[in-house]
């Protein structure tokens, strides 16, 4: 199983960088492109321009769909002046924004609240880890600046979310804030963003994933169905193996990028980003004239992550763990408990996911935290994620990977096994991959301390917007704030320069060859036991 | 177009009680069933037992799904005793609860931390109304006897969550905390749970139910395609005429329950309750070999409701609004800016939809506040309805109705027309007439003046389990407890008496024969200009 929270999913950079496509053009060869080498960038295989997206005329820079446009309306009027900061009178008129403001993307007008001015000093951490206040500053968050109502509300434990089976673990371990995917609390944090990164990095996390809720689909049938459900060949996936399997709607957009378990010749788990692919699946049943069963398993994953998960899960399960290979699976069990682990996540380091029936998540989560009470074993929670993933180039759906975003400008058409056979979305990947797309989503490091990139703020060349950013962050490892953005594919090139409008002010920007952290995904796959 | 919030979604009663099927059986006589009479009810046709739901055998009584078994595990650690209720040992072990619980429904087990204890005296407001700490109690928040921490979370304003575009306009009007629907947020409330309740059922609301996701259906074939799409005979929906139009799966189970416009003979719009119908919708489209288009509109609704509706709608735009009958819709333009309206809601109440393209929502929204103004009109939240809604017996997505849940369960059986011609789940729904179901819908009065009934709280008879809740509130008009809850389909009778557990203690129910509040649906149809 491989896909976690939101800026934090589990799995995409694992395939991306532990399988064969990834990093790859589609005949093989390395990809020498001018986006990024992970699952967010994309191969710049120089196809020319012109495409189609989701069936419509692909516009020149995609615009995220939930920011709609109301022209002309200006930041939110909480917006305050910066120190050193450009124009943005927050208690501008609401029709007609400030100067600043044409730097925003067009699509972006009013909506959210503006970010945060710079505040106190810089007075970075040990080993060069920002401050709390600035790290939640460019962790996008805003509470402790410009007031809690803006940057956030309460959420009422309503009966219609979900809970995970191990929700109540995390409250006692004192999450400090949830967020809702696929209908489900998903732990934010426990202690800061900051912390529970470095802990993931340098030791070993725990973390709740049970939204990754499982579409299982079975009978006689069920190879050829799920065939045809993602683009991702399934013929050269063994029983055991795991794959990251988007799935693209017949008019080529994306629908969910899930990763893929296959336990048995008929039997796949696909562990979803957060839409109900499993509502698809069942649309594409109603007449794909198959014999399958498409059901929700009963199947709760949470994820072990780090240098040290190795030594956590080799002193739950043994030695077992050891033939565990990248993006394989082990079907065993615990003390009877029936358990899939899996070698996979999204956080870019060594890590599993270890999958129970609801029955028995309390004995797999305290099992876990006992084993892992020697090697410092801590929950953590999704927000960590929002730092390593931008480090590692990993979009994530809903931000990068949209339905009206294709595999080609996702950078994700070197999954797509054009010619395996017949599957969903086929015609528009092929037409796509004759005419080209317009934009290509690249990884930028912004030159910009005090805050990150947002959402569509405009990317600029000169005077000429040519992208917009979908994810902005600190990568708290390398020391510098990152964006992935949509680029006119002519200028997805690397080292080109940009600029970035952040808060109406520009800042430069380049474009990353390849992602500035274990590039290699050395991280994933060693050391080897 | 027709329903908003969670537990606050137009339409389905509207349509319940306004369209020709509703509240009769299949064969057009009048149902005088044991259960409801509104949506959320169903006609008790005496069909036997043994039937079948989703694929799999039916269960004695459904069971939430998005509550996970982990038997004897207790209630959370942070109950507390309450004077005057039963046996809830907060601090007891971990494992194997209090006494008390032995009467929750089998399936809750641990999860939820337990509902407060009473506090205070009873201090009832101004015409019966609650105080507001007896309204939080019995609304089902805890904030502020058990502290936030229990009652709820902190929720940034993450990318990944859409906005509405009348988000700014919900925060400059003092929104104090939205829900997740649809992954967007949706206002839960203003001011308080029970003003808001009271203004709406005296005067006139305004309601930001942009969270109605509107899949769109065009194409030479819309009309064939929407037809297997929805278990309702579109063949009898005039273009112009609205319909609530429940989506039944290939197994039978429930997958959403819109409020359909027929626009054009081949142009629907399918305002969605809280699930990803249109991937599900893609999905079919991928092999139903039909001609259309499936897409996103560019439509975003508000609510008008209350009895002072008609006026603030005739003030913006003139006697135009008079002909709008129940469940039919006008398009028209405002100024220039092209306009739907509807005659549905889901309040109860006289009412209307209001639907724009995104680039006109701040127009509309200023323009409504000027023609309110002198009506009374207030914005509100999604909090309120949770009252209505009991009240009228409307069930919502994701509790009543369910993946897991048929329509012959959930009382929507009067829906589905068995002899239109094929459409999705018709196999499914054929079985299910012949067998029967095992368990009912039904509306229970709760003998309860504290705290009301919580999901998956145990319906007993006797000693016996015979049901579980699936929701439960206060209703502030009939100054009664009330709850929705499956019924083994032998009990769901009128006036048959039960117990209802809540927080372990017994507490007298009874079927109600019809919603306490309106039942005939006067106040939607009257008063007809």
Redesign the interface.
Known sequence: MGRGG??ARPSRADTAIGEPAVGRTADGSRARGATIDGPGGGNDDGRGHGGRR??RELGRVPV????????G?GP?RRARRGPGRGELEGDGPARGGPPGDRRRAPGRG????ARARRVGPSCAGPAGRRSIRRACLND??R?EVVG?G??????????????S?Y??ET??AG??????YN???LP?YYTSFEDEYWHLVEHVCLWDVAVERCLEITGPDAHRFTN?LTCRDLDRCAVGQAKYAPII???GGI??DPVLLRLGENHYWLALA????????????????LDV?VT?ADA?PVQVQGPKSRDVMRALFGERIDGIRYYWTLQTDLDGIPVVISRTGWTGELGYEIVVP??H??TLWFELREAGAGHGLRPIGDRALDSLRLEKGYG?W??EYR?DVTPGMAGLDRYVAFDKGPF?GREAALRERETGTDARLVLLEVDAADADA??DDGVWLGERLVGSVT?GGFGHHVGKSLALAYLETGLARPEQELTVAILGEERRARVLPEPPYDPSGSRLREPDP
Request: aromatic share 12%.
């Open positions: 939101h800026g989701g069936g995220a769909r939930d920011v709609l446009p109301h022209p309306s939110s009013g909506g959210p609240p996008g968050s509470a809690v803006e940057a956030g509300t309460f959420l009422y434990f309503r009966p219609w979310y979900r809970r089976p929700f109540e409250q006692k999450c400090r804030s949830y967020e809702l209908h489900m609390y934010g045809l709607a017949p008019d629908l969910n957060d839409s109900d692919a499993l509502l698809y699946a069942k649309g594409v049943q109603a007449f794909a004239g069963e929700e709760w609801a029955l998540h309390r994530i809903s931000r339905q969903i947002s959402p994810s």
